[in-house]
């Protein structure tokens, strides 16, 4: 069966647009420096930036990357009355990987995105933006796995219901094994998962899906993640919850584990709606982000950056001058555009870190009702796809025709593999193939589809990561002090998306107002994303600045 697709494979294609002269100073002549000078302050006051040279003007900060992280830094800067300009590679979008696409009357989101936090400030700022077009969902997502469908997180009773009586048992023999010999000091994922969970419910639950998203044997995979991501449970307590009244669970190292997203919120026309608003207020407040600017270059001298080198669609190049500047850019490809360049140590530090690529395949669907579920995580090893989303699950505005059904399906890859160049036709054909082969759809209800490819979307959390991530850290901290890092791939560190927003304001409030926060305790330590343990608050001190999420109380 053939249909039709349109591929968003290149995202910084060329558009019109003016263009923009750069001012070689370091070439100048003395008697040209004036009017070098009063070049480049034209040029400022045409992209509407300040002139720092201007009398009164003595803060200007440059935001690399227009995502929730540097819109989320931007519109704090914005509260603050300190000025800002955004600069963003996309000629089209910002919200980076939380946009949102349009294809056939459909729209898809780069991954389903949850509107949950455990800081009250971060849901009343979705609140701010939004307001009636943010909208609670309840949720339901579940594991696929040899065609039956397991609650997630995980249930004892549903589990074992649907695993049979004979595997049941298994499960439980290998977690007694698991407790009687735990490995000890465990340092990979699979070691500090099978000692919670057991061997096989760590090969059904957790292998085969955390191998797609990562690309690497979860015997390879740092414990850090692990410990990150499900901390705090094990088979006992998931057992326990499932089988025993509420009153009967205890508290201390027992307290009841309760779903954090029951329920969550949801922009109505997608996640990408919330920076759209973001985008629009920030452009009102006199700071437009720059669509179509690549950084190309960041230049530093005496100890602090001075401007960064933009690319604009055309291929003109502009030198944007600040006093601060934020970057959300992958660690290693800002280390590897610094003008003059790092220490040697510091690049080999920033290009040994990894990144993990993946590649949405999104179909329009004949049909109104596919599955219930907003997304799920497909375990069989059968199949290449890692995740399906039913968007219109999320918000009935997800789609023009309510008798149609837009899914995206997650492929994970590196940019090296040969799945990344893939003609988006092939892709289309193993979306649609595999659509079929798990029971979803039928071929020929599968109408369209476009494909949309997300370089660099999660760090790599190996064996050396944070050895390498020091290096950088510690180097720009001391030599670039005006540098901030912040985001998932400006700090090389999986946060979600209130997280990822929490370190942009903070670093804001530090340039804008002499703050000391730290944006890297954000997400260190925290408690399982998924869960919340009853009994401590969900709120958080905004007089404090208190980062989310919370600690465990010991």
């Known amino acids: 069966m053939g249909f039709s697709g349109a591929g968003a494979t290149e995202r910084n294609s060329k558009v019109d647009g003016p263009s923009v002269f750069r001012p070689q100073l370091g070439e100048a002549s003395v008697g040209a420096l004036a009017e070098c000078k009063r070049v480049a302050c034209r040029e400022l006051l045409l992209c509407r930036m300040p ?62 995105h949850r509107f949950f936090s455990k800081s009250a400030e971060i849901e009343a700022l979705w609140t701010e933006v939004l307001g009636d077009e943010i909208r609670s969902v309840s949720r339901l997502t579940r594991i696929m796995y040899r065609g ?99 009153s009967w669970r205890g508290g201390g190292e027992g307290a009841i584990v309760k779903t954090l997203v029951d329920s969550f919120r949801y922009p109505r026309r997608g996640a990408g709606q919330m920076w759209e608003a973001v985008a629009a207020r920030l452009a009102a407040a006199g700071h437009p982000v720059r669509l179509g600017d690549e950084v190309v270059a960041v230049r530093h001298a005496n100890g602090r950056v001075i401007s960064v080198v933009v690319k604009d669609r055309n291929g003109g190049t502009l030198d944007v001058l600040g006093s601060e500047f934020i970057s959300t850019m992958p660690i290693r490809e800002l280390i590897a555009k610094l003008e003059p360049a790092a220490p040697s140590i510091v690049r080999a530090a920033a290009d040994a870190l990894g ?100 370089p660099k979307a999660y760090p790599v959390y190996d064996g050396e990561y944070l050895g390498h991530l020091a290096v950088v850290r510690e180097w720009v901290s001391r030599a670039l002090p005006n540098l901030w890092l912040v985001g998932r791939n400006g700090m090389h560190h999986y946060n979600n998306q209130d997280h990822s927003m929490m370190t942009g304001i903070l670093v804001a409030r530090n340039i804008a107002l002499g703050a000391n926060y730290d944006p890297w305790l954000v997400n260190t330590d925290a408690e399982y994303h998924e869960e919340e343990r009853v009994g401590e608050g969900s709120g958080g001190d905004r007089g404090a600045g208190r980062q989310v999420p919370q600690r465990i109380a010991s």
């Not at 459909?106 to 991954?111: A, H, Q, S, Y």
């Not at 997304?375 to 009935?396: C, E, T």
């Not at 149609?404 to 289309?428: H, K, N, V």
């Not at 193993?430 to 659509?435: A, C, D, I, K, Y």
């Open 148 to 246: 039956k469908f397991f609650d997630y997180p995980i249930k004892a009773s549903n589990a074992f219901l649907n695993l049979g009586p004979y595997e049941t048992a298994r499960c439980l023999l290998s977690y007694a094994q698991a407790r009687l010999r735990p490995v000890v000091d465990p340092q990979s994922f699979e070691d500090w998962v099978s000692n919670q969970f057991g061997r096989r419910l760590f090969e059904i639950f957790f292998k085969t899906y955390t191998e797609k998203v990562w690309g690497i044997p979860t015997s390879e995979l740092s414990a850090d993640w692990a410990g990150q991501r499900i901390r705090g449970l094990n088979l006992v307590e998931v057992i326990r919850n499932a089988l025993l009244p509420a």
């Open 355 to 454: 990144y993990r690529d993946f590649i949405t395949v999104n179909l329009v669907v004949d049909r109104a009702n596919v599955f219930p579920d907003q997304w799920i995580y497909v375990h069989d090893p059968g199949v290449k796809v890692g995740r399906i989303g039913n968007f219109k699950n999320f918000s009935a505005a997800m789609v023009d025709d309510s008798g149609l059904t837009g899914l995206g399906m997650e492929y994970f890859c590196f940019e090296q593999d040969g799945m990344w160049s893939w003609p988006d036709a092939d892709l289309l054909d193993l979306g649609r193939r595999e659509l079929v082969a798990l029971g979803i759809v039928r071929p020929e209800e599968v109408k369209a589809g476009m494909v949309y490819r997300q």
């Open 51 to 112: 002139d720092l040279s201007a009398p009164g003007v003595t803060k200007h900060v440059v935001v690399m990357g227009a995502g929730p992280a540097g819109l989320s830094a931007a519109y704090e800067l914005t509260r603050h009355r300190t000025p800002v300009t955004v600069v963003e590679k996309d000629p089209m979008q910002v919200g980076g990987i939380a946009r949102t696409l349009e294809f056939m009357g459909c729209r898809f989101d780069v991954g389903p």
